[in-house]
């Protein structure tokens, strides 16, 4: 299934895809939607005509596509997960994730502009991941009860302040900066996507490939980030987890090379479309 939070006359609405077509929900947005455990039920009854819908389908062509998940509990990260990636910033293959935490309010929609603070601005670099969305609370969990437990995956852009990451060791005053991640557009389950069999994410800025990495080269795979951070953390539905990013940040370059104002930044995977955010630098 494909799921999405869509904007209609009436407010926003989790909405489930059927054909051309946009079936809206109960729910006000997919956070919302996953915290009910029929979840998936509620959907599927609406694919199959058997669920009263509030809300008129919305043509495809004709629903505006916002951030599908504006309320989870937790966002947390992977770094260097793709050994390319790791080679380019110079450190060796880790024998445990590297996690840091975002908060909520770190993440915009798919199409939303970035508003950058002129503290921001100095080295802005683009980070295109997969990013995996919980749908059952999970504690102390295996690898096999983690796979079941993951509602499905989404596109993000860690978008990251390099020079504020760099000033200490710990990287969360370069990762956590208000409205700096995209995430998007859609939620497409478990059962649709495999990102162990092979996901391709690229990433584009003002049209130029500067990214292309595949899922099934992560070092440690979603249901094993998912398991390892249940560890410590109870997960719940609605909470995201960013697997990392592939090669070719502006950072590895040579020299450097970070985003400026007015530069598009586009990431898509076949089968869970595109995020496209222009960056705008503010005052």
Request: charged fraction near 20%.
């Amino acid at each position: 299934m494909e799921l999405a939070t869509i904007r209609t006359a009436e407010g926003t609405r989790a909405a489930v895809r059927s054909g051309d077509q946009w079936l809206p929900l109960g729910a006000p947005h997919l956070s919302a939607l996953l915290t009910d455990a029929a979840w998936r039920t509620t959907a599927q009854a609406a694919l199959a005509g058997t669920a009263p819908h509030a809300v008129a389908p919305v043509a495809v062509d004709d629903a505006e596509l916002v951030l599908p998940l504006p309320a989870p509990r937790k966002v947390i990260c992977c770094g260097l997960n793709y050994a390319d990636h790791i080679l380019e910033m110079g450190r060796d293959l880790p024998e445990h994730p590297t996690l840091f935490a975002k908060f909520a309010d770190t993440l915009t929609g798919p199409t939303d502009e970035l508003a950058v603070p002129a503290a921001a601005q100095g080295a802005l670099d683009w980070e295109a991941e997969l990013a995996v969305v919980v749908g059952a609370e999970l504690r102390n969990a295996g690898e096999e009860e983690a796979r079941q437990g993951i509602a499905g995956y989404t596109l993000a852009n860690d978008i990251s302040v390099r020079d504020w990451q760099n000033r200490t060791l710990q990287w969360f005053q370069g990762k956590a900066w208000d409205a700096t991640n995209p995430l998007g557009p859609v939620l497409v389950t478990a059962d649709a996507l495999d990102p162990e069999a092979g996901v391709e994410i690229t990433c584009e800025v003002n049209g130029i490939r500067r990214q292309t990495g595949n899922t099934k080269t992560l070092v440690f795979s979603a249901p094993a980030l998912v398991a390892y951070i249940s560890q410590f953390t109870v997960l719940r539905p609605g909470d995201v987890i960013l697997t990392g990013t592939p090669g070719g940040v502006g950072m590895g370059m040579k020299p450097p090379r970070y985003l400026a104002d007015g530069d598009t930044v586009v990431v898509e995977a076949q089968g869970l479309g595109r995020l496209a955010n222009t960056i705008r630098f503010t005052d």
